[in-house]
Nanobody
Framework: QVQLVESGGGLVQPGGSLRLSCAASETIFRLDMGWYRQAPGKQRELVAVITRGGFTNYADSVRGRFTISRDNAKNTVYLEMNSLKPEDTAVYYC?????????WGQGTQVTVSS
């Protein structure tokens, strides 16, 4: 089964930027992929989707600030995050869309704070 490893998180000031990566252990070109996040005390939510054909969609809260992309040759999905806000603080995960229970990884922590 596919294993997904997220990286690129960290501590950033409000208004800053980060680029997250999600590396898959095998080919994912047939899958629609998504980035999800879970903030403390909140349910996990979907923030961005990219279809196998390259079409993208975003949650209203991140539209215009986040960009999802994929490199099928590298089996990797990216999330470029700009103009970060404190409310973007969460653990970020990638998974297929819809998510597969066995694909959840450890996630990567993003903390936006001054």
């Amino acid at each position: 089964q596919v294993q997904l490893v997220e990286s690129g998180g960290g501590l950033v000031q409000p208004g800053g930027s980060l680029r997250l990566s999600c590396a898959a252990s095998e080919t994912i070109f047939r899958l629609d992929m998504g980035w999800y996040r879970q903030a403390p005390g909140k349910q996990r939510e979907l923030v961005a989707v990219i279809t196998r054909g390259g079409f993208t969609n975003y949650a209203d809260s991140v539209r215009g600030r986040f960009t999802i992309s994929r490199d099928n040759a590298k089996n990797t999905v990216y999330l470029e995050m700009n103009s970060l806000k404190p409310e973007d603080t969460a653990v970020y995960y990638c998974n297929s869309r819809p998510p597969a229970r066995d694909y959840w990884g450890q996630g990567t922590q993003v903390t936006v704070s001054s």
